[in-house]
């Protein structure tokens, strides 16, 4: 099973930008894979899904603002989150979406924190 491990997150004001990575301890070939959040008290929602055909489909929470790219090579995956707002303040994990969803394999998250 590759194992997820996220990190970049930090305190950003309203309208900011920030972008968080994942490395994935293994090959991100032939999986779909994307990013979750957790805002405080709130259950996880999914934010974007990079499908195997490299096509990315975005939930609520990730469209119009924010972008996921991954490098293959690398096994990493990136989140490059603009106009930030408080409501996009969460813990952010990475993982297998779509058939691939297992959230046994997230990391820790990396926690984003939008005030002013």
């Known amino acids: 099973q590759v194992q997820f491990v996220e990190s970049g997150g930090g305190l950003v004001q309203p309208g900011g930008s920030l972008r968080i990575s994942c490395v994935a301890s293994?090959?991100?070939?032939?999986?779909?894979t994307g990013w979750f959040r957790q805002a405080p008290g709130k259950e996880h929602e999914g934010v974007a899904c990079?499908?195997?055909?490299?096509?990315?489909s975005y939930e609520d929470a990730g469209k119009g603002r924010f972008t996921a790219t991954r490098d293959q090579v690398k096994n990493t995956m990136y989140l490059q989150m603009a106009t930030l707002k408080p409501e996009d303040t969460g813990a952010y994990f990475c993982?297998?979406?779509?058939?691939?969803?297992?959230?046994?394999?997230w990391g820790q998250g990396t926690q984003v924190t939008v005030a002013s």
């Open positions: 993982g297998g979406c779509g058939a691939d969803y297992s959230p046994a394999n």
């Open positions: 293994g090959s991100l070939d032939y999986k779909a």
């Open positions: 990079i499908n195997i055909d490299g096509t990315t």
